[in-house]
T-cell receptor
C-alpha cells in the first residue's frame, strides 16, 4: 500500500527566503506526482505535475523534482512572499491504482513579512 | 468559469440523519472523485467514477453511497450519519484523455460537515 509523508508539518520563514518542502512515498512504481496548494477554507489547486519519466517541472518561482528510486520529491519555492502562505500537499498516482491518488498530510507554510 | 461546484458549503447533521452532498462540473470531465479531509490530515478517497454509470470504491467508502447518472453530476449520499463522518468533503474532476495536462485534478471548494 502506498504511503505518502510530508516533512515538516509546518514551516515559518521570513519573506524573501528560498525554501524546500519534502514529500516521500513508499512505492516507487508511481505514474506521476502532483503538488497542490490549499488556502484556508478553499479547495486544492494543482501547482505542478511530474510524470514518472521526468526529473523536474518548473512554473515561475516553483520547481518540483522527482527521484523515483529514493521515493522522494521536493518543492522548491524561490524568493518566498507572504502570498505563498498556504498548505502544500503532494499526491502520487501509483501505476496499478488506476486513476486514484494517494495524498500526504501537507506542509503548512507561513511566510512572514 | 464555474468549474467544480459543491453544495452546500456548510451543514450540521444530527446522528442518524441522512443527506446528499451535491457536486457538479461543467468541464465535460469523465473522471470524478469524492475525498474527505480530516483536520491536519491528507485527503482520503471515498468513491470515484470514470464515467456516467460507472462508480468504484476508494479507501474509505463505508457509510457512503454514490451515483453517476450524468457526466456533470456526482452526488455523495450519507446514510445514518455518525460523528466519525465529521469532516470536510471535496469533489474533484479531470478529463479522461491521456496527456500531462489532463492528469491535473480540479477541485471544488468543499463542504464542511459536522455530525453532532
Amino acid at each position: 500500500k502506498q504511503e505518502v509523508t510530508q516533512i515538516p508539518a509546518a514551516l515559518s520563514v521570513p519573506e524573501g527566503e528560498n525554501l524546500v518542502l519534502n514529500c516521500s512515498f513508499t512505492d516507487s512504481a508511481i505514474y506521476n506526482l502532483q503538488w497542490f496548494r490549499q488556502d484556508p477554507g478553499k479547495g486544492l489547486t494543482s501547482l505542478l505535475l511530474i510524470q514518472s519519466s521526468q526529473r523536474e517541472q518548473t512554473s515561475g518561482r516553483l520547481n518540483a523534482s522527482l527521484d523515483k528510486s529514493s521515493g522522494r520529491s521536493t518543492l522548491y519555492i524561490a524568493a518566498s512572499q507572504p502570498g505563498d502562505s498556504a498548505t502544500y500537499l503532494c499526491a502520487v498516482r501509483v501505476e496499478t491504482s488506476g486513476s486514484r491518488l494517494t495524498f500526504g498530510e501537507g506542509t503548512q507554510l507561513t511566510v512572514n513579512p | 468559469n464555474a468549474g467544480v461546484t459543491q453544495t452546500p458549503k456548510f451543514r450540521i447533521l444530527k446522528i442518524g440523519q441522512s443527506m446528499t452532498l451535491q457536486c457538479t462540473q461543467d468541464m465535460n470531465h469523465n473522471y470524478m472523485y469524492w475525498y474527505r479531509q480530516d483536520p491536519g490530515m491528507g485527503l482520503k478517497l471515498i468513491y470515484y467514477s470514470v464515467g456516467a454509470g460507472i462508480t468504484d470504491k476508494g479507501e474509505v467508502p463505508n457509510g457512503y453511497n454514490v451515483s453517476r447518472s450524468t457526466t456533470e453530476d456526482f452526488p455523495l449520499r450519507l446514510e445514518l450519519a455518525a460523528p466519525s463522518q465529521t469532516s470536510v468533503y471535496f469533489c474533484a474532476s479531470r478529463p479522461r484523455d491521456r496527456g500531462l495536462a489532463n492528469e491535473k485534478l480540479f477541485f471544488g471548494s468543499g463542504t464542511q460537515l459536522s455530525v453532532l
